[in-house]
């Protein structure tokens, strides 16, 4: 057990050092990320020096409870799942273009728009997909209009990660913090849609201050039309992603588990979609791509923190941390812990690792949980090691050609991210 801390910090100090310096490795023709195999060496490491029992860890990776991993995985994915497929059938490039083309041709409206578009989006969808979908249209529309992309960028990146907050579904951590605190989809929304749009709010004004010089440049602005090609297809997603939010929210009342919920969605989305390609004699390779496009890679990452959380657990040690946040002014407390902490270890270990702190509380146990959720959140854009959303941006865009560092991430992050979250927590400390 004295392994314990070493083993978790040098993961977790790998995993950070693995997103900065060799985010990839090569293996012939095809890469993979490192930060999940950093994550499961350490796992194995813990397993292999008797850090965590393993008859205690395989009842939690198996157990009927809502902090089963298994289930937030089935969850997630189901749900990035649906979120994808509108992807692929062109919805969400569609769904800009439509807004930006109303826009006009002014920047500042532009600008406007663009952010609310996100923001709408990101609600029923995530910030991951959002952010990996609009970057690319972002680039290629700021490239043909001959105007600086940056504003564009960052306000689509913080519109997505703060707007991730409305519903339970709309952020990894999320759905972890959430639902090991047994907090249902309703339950969730009523108490989170205040401090959510207070954040974007805030959000939306510090982005127009830093970036207003910019926007009163001209530039030759217009804005491509893009089309639906396979209307029937967008129609049978935007049914499921609608139903499969609208019974997420009713499920529980019912005793139907949110997990199983996603996953019968996604198995009828299949099954819709084979037989409206199979009717016009397609092969449905739409389903193969959505499917490749997963992020399956947190799999064993989220196994792996789970390995290492759960020994910090059984040794003693996330109660020495919860001991240390106390009780009072929990709403504070554990807002700005997370916050920094999503900085230094990640946002989802830090989910994983707060999920057990959180354990001994009990009548501040909806204060901690939810004031961990924006800091999981909105510590997104602090800086680029906050979230892996952050992390697939920046490689997004050093592929597109533009180009902002760590300092100049920190620098937008801290302007932003800082009154964004006291703006947050206030309003959550007076809804609580």
């Known amino acids: 057990m004295a392994l314990v801390l070493p083993i978790g910090l040098l993961t977790c100090g790998a995993i950070i050092l693995s997103v900065l310096l060799f985010p990839r490795l090569k293996i012939g023709q095809k890469s993979i990320d490192t930060y999940w195999l950093v994550a499961v060496i350490g796992a194995a490491l813990m397993l292999a020096f008797g850090g965590i029992d393993r008859v205690r860890l395989l009842e939690g990776i198996v157990s009927d409870s809502a902090i089963n991993p298994l289930k937030i995985l089935t969850l997630f994915l189901s749900m990035t799942a649906l979120s994808i497929f509108l992807d692929e059938v062109g ?69 997505a990660n703060t707007m991730s907050m409305t519903l339970i579904i709309g952020n990894p951590t999320n759905i972890y913090i959430a639902t090991s605190a047994g907090v249902d989809f309703l339950g969730y929304i009523q108490t989170m849609i205040l401090p959510t749009l207070a954040a974007s709010a805030v959000a ?18 217009q804005i491509e039309k893009v089309g639906i090609d396979n209307r029937g297809l967008l129609v049978i997603g935007i049914v499921h992603l609608l139903l499969s939010t609208l019974l997420l929210a009713v499920g529980p009342y019912f005793g139907i588990e949110m997990w199983f919920v996603s996953l019968v969605f996604v198995f009828s989305l299949v099954a819709c979609v084979s037989l409206d390609e199979a009717r016009h004699h397609h092969l449905p390779r739409i389903i193969g791509r959505t499917l490749k496009r997963l992020p399956w890679q947190l799999v064993p990452f989220v196994l792996s923190m789970f390995v290492i959380v759960g020994a910090f657990s059984q040794s003693g040690l996330t109660s020495g941390i919860s001991d240390a946040l106390g009780t009072e002014n929990t709403v504070w407390r554990y807002g700005l812990a997370s916050f920094l902490s999503a900085n230094i270890i990640n946002n989802i270990p830090m989910s994983v690792l707060f999920c057990s702190v959180m354990e001994p509380l009990s009548a501040n146990l909806d204060k901690a949980v939810y004031a961990t959720v924006i800091g999981s ?4 854009y602090l800086t680029p090691i906050g979230a892996l959303a952050g992390i697939m941006w920046c490689s997004l865009l050093k592929d597109q050609g533009v180009r902002l560092d760590f300092i100049h991430f920190a620098r937008y992050g801290v302007m932003v991210s800082l009154p964004t979250i006291l703006s947050a927590l206030l309003v959550l400390d007076l809804v609580l």
């Open 377 to 380: 959140n909105l510590g997104a």
């Open 204 to 221: 939306f004004l510090m982005l127009w201050a830093i970036f207003r010089s910019s926007l009163k440049e001209k530039g030759q602005v």
């Open 91 to 159: 919805f969400f490039r569609y769904a800009a273009s439509k807004a930006l083309r109303h826009a006009g041709k002014g920047q500042m409206r532009i600008f406007a728009v663009l952010y609310l578009t996100v923001s709408v989006l990101t609600v029923f969808t995530s910030n991951d997909i959002i952010v990996l979908t609009f970057t690319p249209f972002i680039c290629y529309f700021c490239r043909n209009a001959g105007i600086r992309p940056l504003p564009y960028l960052v306000a689509e990146f913080i519109a």
